[in-house]
């Protein structure tokens, strides 16, 4: 059964640093591009960024770019995204998501999600 979970989530001050795992059982990330996606209270799922199996290759929303990096790590089966300088508007759930070579913002070439953890930005 494959799993994805993400961790480190929590609540921060607007300029702080976090810094989220998904870690996955059952399938080895590295057979998959990674992706994480965001959804705050009454607004769509939107995506923050994306990373290709092979390559290493990195794609980001504007709205992150610059703040947020996206990195795997293969030895752990982990796709982990750190997160600087924070604002409020970034809180949200944050899921992980696992699919094809570089699915970047397509959230249909996605095979497997998270359940979800969720960042909170005060100011």
């Known amino acids: 059964q494959v799993q994805l979970v993400e961790s480190g989530g929590g609540l921060v001050q607007a300029g702080g640093s976090l810094r989220l795992s998904c870690a996955a059982s059952g399938v080895a990330f590295s057979s998959y591009g990674g992706g994480w996606f965001r959804q705050a209270p009454g607004k769509d799922r939107e995506f923050v960024a994306s990373?290709?199996?092979?390559?290493?290759?990195?794609n980001y929303a504007n709205s992150v770019k610059g703040r947020f990096t996206i990195s795997r790590d293969n030895a752990r089966n982990t796709v982990d995204l750190q997160m600087n300088s924070l604002k409020p508007e970034d809180t949200a759930v944050y899921y992980c998501?696992?699919?094809?070579?570089?699915?970047?913002?397509?959230?249909?070439?996605?095979?497997?999600w998270g359940q979800g953890t969720q960042v909170t930005v005060s100011s």
């Open positions: 998501a696992a699919g094809g070579l570089f699915p970047g913002a397509n959230v249909k070439l996605y095979n497997y």
């Open positions: 990373i290709s199996r092979s390559d290493l290759s990195t």
